[in-house]
């Protein structure tokens, strides 16, 4: 007898915040009734989701993926939506840890969920704070320990500033034929690789009527890219590959640093409503390396929407860092949206939903 496909528990709790608009919404695996998620770390927690022969934007089916596909496709969800499996961490130095994940599958990065965790996990009392000042959250991602500063004042959250793992450039100038011309692309990883390119060299400007091409052009280049080798990542296949085109434009330079707007194409052609965090890591990189962002410089990042981060280089970033890499920082802001008890009845035809 063929057993029944696994279905996700009925009934699952969240809480939803956004960043600079981006949606984030944190699901707590260790609560009771969740399917387990082996592995030591982080990292094989999240090869475990992805299942074998899987790839982050192709999970093998199962339990935790049934409960993925119920919170990100309608009606529950939709295919701009994004969160994060709250798991173990590797060990004692970080609070918890987080399977980040979105309409496709698991990212081994993510900026602007990173901040929207921190802000959780100080608003929830998870982790103590300050009514004035600073908590330090401490998370461990698929891509290594990252940290999100918690800002507060008047007991409540005014900001978050993300410190990535170290991000390094990895290829320059590398042309690609598009159905809108030819691009130049620079490479670089940061939590996750990300492929840069000017979006006028394509004849478009980063604005919401061009996102149709926008998305077009993002998907493209993520596919004529899939084996170039500046995509690999020494941690191995979890780690390497394009996962996001960021399509970026200049604007006027600000007293404190570069100015620039973009819209970030990643996994199959969803767009980041924010500036994208871990991106404008890997942005970062690549102006420190054109020597367009000196020291105590920001670069004000826009989104699509009109929404901001600010980045900036670590200067000696201590024991931490790496010296193939540079440590940056990002800072937003967070909000919670809403608390949700979602259920699945057993007889709705729907199931864990669909995507359009």
Not at 4 to 15: E, I, L, M, Y
Not at 288 to 317: I, K
Not at 324 to 344: N, S
Request: aromatic share 6%; net charge negative.
């Amino acid at each position: 007898m063929t057993p029944a496909p696994p279905t996700p528990p009925r009934t699952v709790r969240t809480v939803d915040y956004h960043t600079a608009a981006e949606p984030f919404r944190i699901v707590d695996t260790t609560a009771p009734g969740f399917p387990a998620v082996p592995g030591d770390t982080v990292a094989e927690r999240c090869a475990t989701a992805i299942g074998p022969g899987g790839s982050g934007t192709a999970p093998r089916p199962g339990e935790l993926d049934d409960v993925r596909r119920l919170l990100v496709q309608e009606p529950r969800g939709h295919a701009g939506m994004y969160g994060g499996f709250v798991v173990p961490p590797d060990d004692d130095g970080a609070h918890f840890g987080v399977l980040f994940w979105h309409k496709d599958g698991y990212s081994t990065a993510c900026g602007h969920g990173t901040m929207a965790l921190g802000a959780w996990a100080v608003d929830s009392g998870r982790v103590p704070a300050p009514d004035r000042g600073d908590a330090e959250v401490r998370i461990d991602v698929p891509s290594g320990r990252v940290t999100a500063t918690v800002h507060r004042e008047g007991g409540r959250t005014t900001g978050v500033t993300f410190r990535n793992v170290p991000a390094r450039v990895t290829a320059r100038k590398v042309p690609v034929a598009t159905t809108l011309g030819l691009a130049e692309v620079d490479l670089a990883h940061a939590g996750a690789c990300y492929a840069s390119v000017r979006a006028r060299d394509l004849g478009l400007e980063v604005t919401r009527p061009a996102l149709p091409d926008l998305v077009r052009a993002g998907r493209e280049i993520r596919a004529a890219l899939a084996t170039h080798p500046g995509t690999w990542h020494p941690g191995g296949p979890l780690l390497s590959g394009v996962y996001g085109v960021i399509l970026h434009e200049e604007l006027p330079d600000t007293p404190f640093g570069p100015h620039q707007r973009n819209a970030t194409v990643f996994a199959d052609g969803q767009v980041d409503r924010s500036p994208c965090g871990s991106g404008t890591s890997a942005r970062l990189a690549l102006l420190a390396e054109d020597g367009r962002l000196g020291p105590g410089e920001d670069l004000l990042h826009e989104s699509v929407v009109g929404t901001v981060f600010t980045g900036r280089v670590v200067p000696d970033a201590g024991p931490g860092a790496d010296a193939d890499g540079l440590v940056t920082e990002v800072t937003g802001t967070a909000y919670r949206t809403g608390e949700h008890t979602f259920v699945l009845d057993p007889h709705d035809a729907v199931g864990t939903g669909f995507l359009l």
